[in-house]
């Protein structure tokens, strides 16, 4: 079992920057990959962005490409989502979610945080 807690979001401004964590305990996060989604009311949850476990690959959905970086601490057991030039449009819940496949399909996440919510406005 992986328990999951995301942290670091808020309200910001456009063009800001913010850094969510996702700090896991439980077990070491190192066992999984880990994923950023995001869900925008009346919409379906979206991987964002993920990072393997095994080779450290990562994806990024087209929206964020040259804006978000993905990284991870597993000494700290910790996975981070650096989001800079934030847009209105970035304004949604968050959430980080552990599964064993490097993949962008939520079904295949088994352990999800509880979501932090990013609000991008002026």
């Known amino acids: 079992q992986v328990q999951l807690v995301e942290s670091g979001g808020g309200l910001v401004q456009p063009g800001g920057s913010l850094r969510l964590s996702c700090t896991a305990s439980?077990?070491?996060?190192?066992?999984?990959?880990i994923g950023w989604f995001r869900q925008a009311p009346g919409k379906e949850r979206e991987a964002i962005s993920c990072?393997?476990?095994?080779?450290?690959?990562?994806y990024y959905v087209d929206s964020v490409k040259g804006r978000y970086t993905i990284s991870r601490d597993n000494a700290k057991n910790r996975v981070y989502l650096q989001m800079n030039s934030l847009k209105p449009e970035d304004t949604v819940v968050y959430y980080c979610?552990?599964?064993?496949?490097?993949?962008?399909?939520?079904?295949?996440?088994?352990?999800w945080g509880q979501g932090t919510q990013v609000t991008v406005s002026s």
């Open positions: 439980g077990r070491t996060l190192s066992y999984y990959t």
């Open positions: 990072i393997s476990n095994s080779d450290g690959s990562k």
């Open positions: 979610a552990a599964g064993r496949q490097f993949n962008t399909q939520e079904d295949e996440y088994q352990y």
